[in-house]
């Protein structure tokens, strides 16, 4: 069986061929590959945007060969790209990560054109992301512009139009294909909102190698005590801005409290360079920063690499996903399999992954008092941490199982190919 990925973004060993640095993102995929790639009944083909490339080349990896495209919004030319993969792979069966992009669209209507069938992985959905993109942030915020907001013409409203303009080609894509994977209960609503004739599969995704090392499970005796972890905060929807509308709470009955931020700081404004590339949101940032006198109190970590991030998880008292909208985030998955006590907002498909009061606390997504209240619980009781590490880790190995996670895909793969 010749199966094709439609991927966002490559894999590392595709990063290597082409000698540019791995990115830290898209972990769920490194696994189930190498997996896919060993099987004896699947041949795997991997195609992906590139900047680097301007023309169709095929890197050869160990077991996958790859398919860098121009990475360009022009879809004409992404179509003759893609028609042109498709043609090198003659795939039984293409499977589509994402719906965000032009590309996914693109590759519906080739496949469609040709009968082949075609698996659309929904990771999240722009169209009802752009209805939370906000994250009641006030108003005046939101309407603002930086230089560099300016220049680039990408406020927070033009940011959100954005998702609005990307969504039409999502339900366009959703509306066209027969069939869809998912694993939570928001997923299915929407999809099938979207689509009511879609047939949804479910599978959970399987996590990045490192997280089921048991040498890196949360160790109570070796934390940094009422450390908090957040893994990204880059834009509205990730919530950091609530988290630091937290602090002052947390910070009255537990003063020595410290947040670490995965990824690059973008509240700095310190140097000209700095504040030139400063946007709305980082500069917001950094008011809630200053306002509540949190300079030595929050730490961005900077990008981290998957060894990293398990440290960084392993230290930690808690970790937080104030998310205003998510649907299945693997940074929650990454924390509860390593036994991380956890806090998230009840938001999207969050619910599916961590159940509340049993294995970690969720809390209303708008109410950071709430978000305050619950990591407070957790940093005053060992005992009720070491409750939800037990119960959250013996729930994550399940969602996340490499091998039942395998062999339900495959399985979704055969069904979909031997239908008519």
């Known amino acids: 069986m010749n199966i094709l990925w439609l991927t ?27 997996f896919l790639a060993n099987s004896e009944n699947i041949k795997l083909s991997i195609s992906f945007p590139s900047s680097s490339f301007t023309a169709i080349d095929t890197l050869h990896g160990e077991k996958i060969n790859y398919y860098p495209f121009s990475l360009n919004e022009n879809k004409d030319e992404i179509s003759v790209h893609l028609k042109e993969i498709i043609e090198r792979t003659n795939p039984d069966l293409v499977h589509i990560f994402g719906t965000e992009y032009i590309h996914t669209l693109s590759m519906v209507n080739i496949c469609c054109q040709r009968n082949i069938k075609v698996l659309i992985s929904i990771q999240g959905l722009v169209s009802i992301y752009a209805q939370h993109y906000m994250a009641n942030l006030p108003k005046e915020i939101q309407n603002s512009f930086t230089f560099r907001d300016l220049i680039k013409q990408d406020n927070l409203v033009q940011q959100q139009n954005k998702f609005k303009t990307r969504g039409i080609s999502e339900i366009s ?10 694993r939570t209960t928001w997923d299915k609503a929407c999809s099938i909102q979207i689509n009511p004739d879609i047939h949804y599969h479910h599978c959970n995704e399987t ?15 070796k934390i940094e005590e009422n450390s908090i972890f957040l893994s990204q905060g880059t834009y509205p929807i990730k919530g950091l801005h609530h988290m630091l509308e937290a602090m002052p709470v947390i910070l009255k009955k537990f003063p020595n409290a410290k947040l670490y931020v995965g990824g690059i700081n973008v509240s700095n404004l310190s140097g000209l360079k700095a504040k030139l590339k400063k946007s709305t949101y980082g500069k917001y940032l950094n008011h809630l920063i200053k306002k509540h006198r949190l300079q030595d109190k929050v730490s961005f970590t900077g990008s981290l690499s998957e060894k990293e991030m398990c440290e960084r998880y392993s230290k930690s008292h808690v970790f937080v996903c104030p998310s205003s909208i998510e649907n299945s985030p693997n940074s929650l998955g990454e924390a509860m399999i390593l036994g991380v006590p956890c806090v998230a907002s009840y938001v999207g498909g969050v619910s599916d ?15 950071p008092y709430m978000l305050a209240h619950y990591i407070c619980e957790i940093f005053a009781n060992n005992d009720l941490a070491l409750k939800f590490s037990s119960n959250a880790r013996e729930h994550a190995l399940k969602t996340h199982n490499r091998e039942y996670n395998l062999k339900k895909l495959t399985q979704i793969y055969n069904n979909i190919v031997e239908t008519n």
């Open 207 to 221: 996590l990045r190698e490192s997280f089921y090392n048991s040498a890196s499970v949360w160790n109570i005796d």
């Open 173 to 182: 894509a959703l509306k066209k294909v027969g069939n869809v994977l998912g």
């Open 353 to 367: 992954l961590l159940i509340d009061k049993q294995e970690g606390f969720l809390y209303q997504a708008d109410a």
């Open 8 to 34: 966002n973004i490559p894999l590392p060993e595709a990063s290597i061929l082409m000698n540019i640095e791995p990115l830290p993102f898209g972990g769920w995929l490194v696994n189930m590959s190498k």
